[in-house]
């Protein structure tokens, strides 16, 4: 099946340095990811939509500046938290579609990658 | 995408059938309704979906009303490892941008 990863799995960082996370789809490729992001005892909410040679679609509210993400091959989209403040403490969750198969619309989740800013 | 009502919480015994509800009053002709779980600090799992006909794969079971403004997700055996939140949401399929809008969910506890 689908696997999509993410790397790391967990980070702890000071306030004020940036974050990078990488999402990785395994064995497919895929034009399009997601990026969510859950807070304790939440519900996942969709951050940005990031397409594979163009800018991300950022979800209204959601600082374009702050979280920037770059999908520069068919495999790998990265979000990187900049300047990073422990209200951005969080799960951060990809999700990639595969972009050949039949059922293209269908969204694979990664592990999620928990930051935690001190 | 269509709203979607969902019980916060639910227990089931272990080794029986799991019902879970989801009202989704407003769904359109066109939207599908999915059915994702997500166990404790991991990504969501993608379970069944369905437009309008009951659908069955190895995980579960989606039974569609009718009037299709509602839905329920069978788990036949449950078993402790599927302790988790599901998810329903209804959307349509193919659309731009395809997203998923994640609602509060259920939690479900399988309990011994």
């Known amino acids: 099946g689908a696997v999509v990863s993410q790397h790391p799995s967990w980070v702890i960082c000071k306030s004020g340095t940036s974050v990078k996370i990488e999402c990785r789809s395994l064995d497919f490729q895929a034009t399009t990811m997601f990026w969510y992001r859950q807070f304790p005892k939440q519900s996942l909410m969709l951050m940005a939509t990031s397409n594979e040679g163009s800018k991300a679609t950022y979800e209204q509210g959601v600082e374009k500046d702050k979280f920037l993400i770059n999908h520069a091959s068919l495999t790998l989209s990265t979000l990187t938290v900049t300047s990073a403040h422990p209200e951005d403490s969080s799960f951060y969750i990809c999700s990639a579609r595969d972009s050949l198969a039949p059922t293209y619309n269908e969204q694979f989740f990664g592990p999620g990658t928990r930051l935690t800013v001190l | 995408d269509a709203k979607t009502t969902q019980p916060t919480s639910m227990d089931c015994a272990e080794g029986r059938a799991a019902n879970l509800p989801c009202n989704h009053s407003?769904?359109?002709?066109?939207?599908?309704v999915y059915w994702y779980r997500q166990i404790h600090s991991q990504g969501p799992q993608y379970i069944i979906h369905?437009?309008?006909n009951n659908e069955t794969n190895e995980m579960a079971s989606l039974i569609i009303t009718e009037d299709r403004k509602s839905s329920t997700l069978i788990l036949p055996h449950a078993t402790l490892r599927d302790t988790a939140v599901y998810y329903c949401?209804?959307?349509?399929?193919?659309?731009?941008?395809?997203?998923?809008?994640f609602g509060g969910g259920t939690r479900v506890l399988v309990k011994p």
């Open positions: 949401i209804v959307r349509v399929d193919r659309a731009a941008g395809n997203k998923l809008t």
């Open positions: 369905g437009l309008k």
């Open positions: 407003t769904i359109s002709g066109n939207e599908y």
